[in-house]
C-alpha cells in the first residue's frame, strides 16, 4: 500500500517562496506520473503541474513560470518550488502518484497541506 505524506506548506508573504514534499511510503515498480493539484476555498480542484516517467512536465498557465515540479527518484518524493508566491495561490495543496500495480493502474493522493500568501 502506497502512503504519500506532504510537508513544507506554511504562511509565507507575498513574492516570497515555498517547496512543498510529497514523500511515498511503500514499493513502487513502475511510476507513470505525479502531480500537485489544489483547491483553494469554495473553488474547484485544479491541476497545479505534473511531471511524467519519461521527464515530461505540464504546469497550469497561472503557475507557468513561478512553480517547478521535479523528482528525487532515490528517495521517491516529489517536490514543488514555488516562487513569487501571490495570494492567489493560497489553497490546499495535494500531491498524487499515478502507478501500475499488479496490472492495475492506481491513484494514490497525498492528504493535503496548506499553502497560505498574505502580508
Known amino acids: 500500500q502506497v502512503q504519500l505524506v506532504e510537508s513544507g506548506g506554511g504562511l509565507v508573504q507575498p513574492r516570497g517562496s515555498l517547496r512543498l514534499s510529497c514523500a511515498a511510503s511503500?514499493?513502487?515498480?513502475?511510476?507513470?506520473?505525479m502531480g500537485w493539484y489544489r483547491q483553494a476555498p469554495g473553488k474547484q480542484r485544479e491541476l497545479v503541474a505534473t511531471?511524467?516517467?519519461?521527464?515530461?512536465?505540464n504546469y497550469a498557465d497561472s503557475v507557468q513560470g513561478r512553480f517547478t515540479i521535479s523528482r528525487d527518484n532515490a528517495q521517491n518524493t516529489l517536490y514543488l518550488q514555488m516562487n513569487s508566491l501571490k495570494s492567489e495561490d493560497t489553497a490546499v495543496y495535494y500531491c498524487y502518484f499515478k502507478y501500475t500495480s499488479g496490472g492495475q493502474i492506481e491513484i494514490t493522493w497525498g492528504q493535503g497541506i496548506q499553502v497560505t500568501v498574505s502580508s
Open positions: 511531471l511524467t516517467r519519461g521527464g515530461l512536465t
Open positions: 511503500g514499493t513502487i515498480f513502475s511510476i507513470n506520473a
